[in-house]
C-alpha cells in the first residue's frame, strides 16, 4: 500500500515536469504591433467627444480641436504581451499623461521588450465645427480719431452690437475680434485681419467665419448704435424684502429720487415679521445710498398701491387696505418727518388696480376698479369728492388702469375687459383730469387691424413739456406678433406715432415702463423673457434716424433672474439722469442713465 | 361577446378618425423672407434715416456647396429706390455657404414723405434659386415667406 502510493506521487510529479516543459515550449511572443489609438473624452477633460485617430503603418495620425494638449492622455490598443513605452516611461491606455503639443513617438516591443518598433502620433488641429467670432472690439489706439476709447461689443448670438458715441466717425475703423484656430474671418469676400482691416460701419457689416475645411460657416453681422449716454449700475436695495409694485419717482424740487413700496411677507415663517410685513416703507435715494424716511407707517397693504410725488415734492401713497372690510382704498401722506392719513374709505366696496396722481398738495386723484367700474376720488385738501368719470362713456369693465400727470393735469389710461362696449375687443382709454372735469383723449379706441389692444406692454407718461406719450401693444401690422407702439397726443387734439413699432415680439409677462427725458428723448424699458438670463431691455427713439434705437440690456449678472412681473419703474430727473427699478428676489434693483 | 363587438367597433371608429385627421407632409427644402421677428409685412415711418436688415432662410439638409437664393426688391408707385430707399444688400442674390441658414438683406430707408393715396409698398420677393430644389415661400398653398411687404407710412 506504502509503496503504491510512492508511485502515483513519483507519476504525479513527473507529469506536472512535462506539462511545464511543454508550455514553455509553446510560449507565443507577439510582434510588436499598435492596432488603434485614440483620445477619450472620459480621460481628458479639454475635450468634449472622442477623437480616434487613424493608424497608417507606423504613423498615427488625429486631429484635434485648438484645445490645451499638454498633458493628455491616449487610449491604445497593441497585441496581447507588447510593452509601450515614450522616452523610456512605460505606458498605460488610459491612464499614462503626455505632452501631445508636438509630435511624440510610441515605442513599441515585444514581450521581452525586444524588436522595437516606433509609432510617431502627429497630432493636427481639427476643423472648427462650430465657427465663431468669440470676441469683437474696437480698440482705442487703432481707432484713435475716430473713437479714442476701446469698445467692446456685446455678441448675442450671431449678432454683435456695439454701442458708439454719438457723434464718433464709423466709416473707417478697425475692429479687432478673435475667432478659433485655423478658422477664416472674411467681408463680403476679403480677408479680415484682427486689429488690422478697415470697414466702413455706416451700415452693419457682416463678418463671415469658415473653418479649416470650409466644411461650417457662420455669419455675424456687426451693427454700430449710437448711444446717448450710458446705463450703470446702482446700489441694490435689500435691507427689508421688497414686494410687487415699489415705484420710483424724481422730487421736482430737488431731484432726489423716492422709492415708496410694501414689505413683502417671506414664504418662511420664522423669516417673517408680523408686525411689519405687507406695510408700506419708504426711501430715498441720496449720495449714493438709500436711506429710510418711513417704516412699516401704514396699515397692512392689500393687493394694489401706488406712490405719486405733487409738483412741490410732497409724498402721497394710496393702498388697498388690507386691515378694513371691505379692503377699500387708503391715502397717506408725508410731512414734517411722519406720515399721515388724507383719505379713507375711497370706495364703497373693494377695490383694486389703485393708481394716484397729485397735481398739486391740494388736488390728488385716485383711480381705481370698485365693483367692475373705474371709481376715482379727488382730494382738495380738505375732502373726497368720490364717483364714476361721466366723461367715460358708459363706464365699461376694466382691464387694468395706469396713471401719469404733471402739474396742470392728471391723465388716466384704461384697457377695457374683453368686449366691454360696443363689441370693441379690450378697447383702450385715454382721460384727462384738468383739475375741474374730465374729458377724453381717446376712448375705447383699438387700432385697425388689431385682434385687441396687448394686457401687457403697456403705460402712460407725460413728458417735461406736458406731451402725453402711451406705449401700447397690438398686432396691428400683420395679425399675428405683439409689438410695442408709441404714441403721442398732439396740440392739435390728434395722436401721432412714434417711429415703427418697437422690434420686439411682445411675450406674455412684458409689463412695460415709457419715460421721456428733458430733452425729449422717449425710452422704454421692458423685460426680454427671451434673453437667457433674463434681462432688462431700454430702447430710446433716436431723433437722428427716427428709428427705435437697438435696445441695451441690463441685468446684474448674478445668477438670479426676476419671476413673472418685475415690476419696471422708470423715471428722469430735471437734469436727464435716468433712474430705472425692478424687483429680483424681494430686492430692488436701480440702474442709473446718464 | 359583446364587449368583443363594442370593443372591434371602437378601433374602426378610432382608425377611420385617425385617417381623417392626417396632415399633409411637407418636407420638401424651401425658402423664405422674413422680418427680425418673423413677419412678412412690416411698416416704417416715412421720416426714418436708418438701415434695416430682413432676412432670407432657407430650411433643408445639411449640404456642401453653396446655395444661392435671388430676389428682387420692388415698389409701388408712391415710392421710388433713391428717393425712399436704397437696396444696401448688393446683386440681387445672397449665398449660403454650408452651416448658414439664414442671410441679412438691407434696406436703407430715407426720410421722404409720401402721398398715401398711393401704393407705397416696397416689397422683397425670392425669385428663384440655385440648385432650383427650394420652394419658394413656405410649403403650403399660401406659400407664406414668398415675399416680405413693407409699407412706408407718415406716421
Not at chain 1, 369728492?385 to 401719469?404: C, F, H, K, Q
Not at chain 2, 413677419?39 to 421720416?47: E, I, L, Y
Not at chain 2, 434715416?49 to 430650411?59: D, M
Request: proline share 5%.
Amino acid at each position: 500500500m506504502q509503496k503504491n502510493r510512492i508511485w502515483v506521487v513519483a507519476a504525479a510529479l513527473a507529469g506536472a515536469v512535462a506539462l511545464s516543459v511543454s508550455c514553455q515550449e509553446k510560449e507565443i511572443i507577439n510582434p510588436p504591433s499598435l492596432t488603434a489609438f485614440s483620445f477619450k473624452a472620459a480621460d481628458n477633460a479639454v475635450l468634449s467627444e472622442d477623437y480616434v485617430a487613424t493608424v497608417s503603418g507606423t504613423d498615427i495620425n488625429v486631429a484635434l480641436p485648438d484645445v490645451d494638449k499638454s498633458a493628455l492622455v491616449a487610449t491604445f490598443t497593441v497585441a496581447e504581451g507588447n510593452i509601450v513605452k515614450v522616452n523610456g516611461a512605460e505606458q498605460t491606455s488610459g491612464k499614462t499623461v503626455n505632452n501631445f503639443e508636438s509630435a511624440i513617438t510610441y515605442v513599441v516591443t515585444d514581450s521581452h521588450g525586444e524588436n522595437p518598433v516606433s509609432y510617431k502620433v502627429n497630432v493636427s488641429l481639427a476643423p472648427d465645427k462650430h465657427p465663431a467670432l468669440t470676441f469683437f472690439s474696437f480698440d482705442g489706439d487703432k481707432n484713435a480719431k475716430a473713437l479714442g476709447k476701446t469698445l467692446v461689443g456685446e455678441i448675442k448670438g450671431s449678432e454683435i452690437g456695439v454701442a458708439v458715441p454719438q457723434l464718433a466717425d464709423i466709416t473707417e475703423l478697425v475692429a479687432s475680434f478673435t475667432t478659433g484656430a485655423g478658422n477664416k474671418v472674411t467681408v463680403n469676400g476679403v480677408e479680415q485681419v484682427s486689429g488690422v482691416t478697415v470697414n466702413d460701419f455706416s451700415n452693419p457689416v457682416d463678418y463671415t467665419v469658415t473653418n479649416l475645411d470650409g466644411s461650417v460657416n457662420a455669419i455675424f453681422s456687426v451693427t454700430l448704435n449710437r448711444q446717448k449716454g450710458e446705463w450703470t449700475a446702482a446700489p441694490t436695495y435689500e435691507a427689508v424684502p421688497v414686494h410687487a409694485g415699489a415705484r420710483i419717482l424724481v422730487n421736482p424740487v430737488d431731484d432726489v429720487p423716492f422709492v415708496a413700496f410694501k414689505r413683502h411677507q417671506p414664504t418662511e415663517a420664522d423669516a417673517r415679521d408680523p408686525e411689519k410685513d405687507e406695510k408700506m416703507y419708504a426711501l430715498k435715494f441720496v449720495d449714493g445710498a438709500w436711506q429710510n424716511i418711513g417704516e412699516a407707517f401704514s396699515d397692512k397693504v392689500g393687493s394694489d398701491y401706488d406712490f405719486t410725488l405733487s409738483p412741490s415734492g410732497t409724498p402721497f401713497i394710496a393702498f388697498k387696505n388690507g386691515a378694513v372690510s371691505p379692503q377699500v382704498t387708503t391715502v397717506m401722506t408725508y410731512a414734517g418727518g411722519s406720515w399721515s392719513t388724507v383719505g379713507e374709505n375711497i370706495g364703497t366696496a373693494a377695490t383694486s388696480k389703485i393708481h394716484l396722481h397729485a397735481i398739486a398738495d391740494n388736488k390728488v386723484v385716485v383711480c381705481q376698479i370698485m365693483s367692475n367700474k373705474t371709481f376715482v376720488g379727488i382730494w382738495d385738501g380738505s375732502s373726497w369728492t368720490t364717483g364714476g368719470i361721466d366723461a367715460l362713456d358708459g363706464n365699461p369693465r376694466p382691464y387694468e388702469i395706469r396713471m401719469a400727470g404733471d402739474g396742470a393735469n392728471a391723465y388716466m389710461f384704461s384697457i377695457n375687459r374683453a368686449k366691454a362696449l360696443n363689441d370693441v375687443n379690450y378697447g383702450h382709454n385715454v382721460m384727462k383730469f384738468d383739475g375741474t372735469s374730465w374729458s377724453g383723449l381717446r376712448q375705447n379706441y383699438l387700432r385697425e387691424g388689431a385682434t385687441q389692444t396687448s394686457i401687457v406692454g403697456y403705460d402712460i407718461t407725460v413728458a417735461p413739456d406736458g406731451t402725453v406719450y402711451l406705449v401700447t401693444g397690438d398686432n396691428a401690422e400683420d395679425n399675428e406678433n405683439y409689438h410695442h407702439r408709441v404714441e403721442k397726443y398732439n396740440a392739435d387734439g390728434t395722436w401721432s406715432q412714434v417711429g415703427g413699432t418697437i422690434d420686439y415680439v411682445l411675450s406674455s409677462r412684458c409689463y412695460s415702463k415709457i419715460a421721456v427725458a428733458p430733452d425729449g428723448t422717449v425710452f422704454v424699458a421692458y423685460p426680454n423673457e427671451g434673453a437667457s438670463p433674463k434681462t432688462i431691455d431700454v430702447v430710446y427713439f433716436d431723433a437722428a434716424t427716427k428709428q427705435w434705437s437697438a435696445p441695451v440690456s441690463l441685468g446684474n449678472g448674478d445668477g438670479v433672474e426676476y419671476t413673472g412681473d418685475p415690476n419696471l419703474s422708470f423715471v428722469f430727473d430735471s437734469k436727464g439722469k435716468g433712474y430705472l427699478t425692478w424687483i429680483e428676489d424681494s430686492k430692488l434693483l436701480m440702474y442709473n442713465f446718464q | 361577446m359583446k364587449l368583443k363587438y363594442i370593443l372591434l367597433l371602437a378601433a374602426a371608429v378610432l382608425l377611420a378618425g385617425c385617417a381623417k385627421n392626417e396632415l399633409p407632409l411637407f418636407d420638401e427644402p424651401f425658402v423664405y423672407v422674413e422680418t427680425s421677428t418673423g413677419s412678412n409685412v412690416s411698416v416704417v415711418g416715412a421720416d426714418m434715416k436708418a438701415t434695416v436688415t430682413y432676412y432670407i432662410g432657407i430650411s433643408c439638409p445639411a449640404f456642401t456647396d453653396p446655395i444661392v437664393v435671388n430676389f428682387a426688391v420692388t415698389c409701388g408707385s408712391g415710392v421710388a429706390e433713391g428717393v425712399d430707399y436704397d437696396v444696401v444688400t448688393p446683386g440681387g442674390a445672397v449665398t449660403f455657404l454650408p452651416g448658414i441658414w439664414r442671410m441679412p438683406v438691407r434696406i436703407q430707408w430715407k426720410d421722404h414723405a409720401i402721398d398715401e393715396s398711393k401704393d407705397n409698398t416696397v416689397t422683397i420677393a425670392i425669385t428663384g434659386t440655385s440648385p432650383g430644389t427650394f420652394t419658394i415661400g413656405f410649403p403650403g398653398p399660401a406659400a407664406k415667406g414668398s415675399k416680405l411687404v413693407i409699407t412706408k407710412k407718415n406716421l
